[in-house]
């Protein structure tokens, strides 16, 4: 059993971006001026414009090389970067409007730095069954 539980996670940590940005890109594109909305959205938690579509890749194309296992530790130190990234605009978001009124921005930010850690293990453990990395790894034993 233990040997599976770093796939599950790795799996568990990768659904995390791969839906979030399947549900963002469903937005995007069925509503009017949905583009605009997200950027937006970055925006009022202190992020430039330019990380609306560095967002989007990030997401669909790490997130999916996480989920199957390829570049586990290259995608987990992307993945770690954009989570640090996104707690800190939350970080920002939380000190401009005051404490008692608006504590999502704080419990956010805490969610991603869970994520962070996660994706640290990763990082450490980067080959698990199930994963292209360990497929490689395989061969070059043989």
């Known amino acids: 059993m233990n040997k599976f539980l770093p796939a599950i996670a790795r799996v568990f940590i990768a659904q ?9 890109l469903t937005g995007i594109l069925n509503i009017v001026g949905g583009y605009m909305a997200y950027q ?10 330019i990380f609306a579509p560095i967002s989007v890749v990030v997401q669909l194309i790490v997130g999916f090389t996480l989920l199957i296992g390829f570049k586990t ?5 992307i993945l770690t970067i954009y989570t640090l990234i996104n707690a ?3 970080l920002y978001t939380f000190t401009i409007v005051p404490a008692p009124l608006n504590l999502l921005p704080l ?8 994520i962070t850690g996660g994706l ?5 453990n980067p080959v698990t069954t199930f994963a292209f ?5 395989t061969k070059k034993q043989k």
């Open 133 to 137: 990395d360990n497929r490689a790894k």
């Open 88 to 90: 800190l605009s939350y």
């Open 120 to 124: 640290i293990m990763l990082m450490q």
């Open 73 to 77: 530790r290259i995608s987990a130190i």
């Open 40 to 49: 937006n959205g970055l925006m009022s938690h202190g992020l430039p414009g």
């Open 107 to 114: 419990q956010q930010a805490m969610q991603y730095l869970a």
């Open 16 to 24: 995390i971006f791969l839906i979030s940005i399947i549900l963002s």
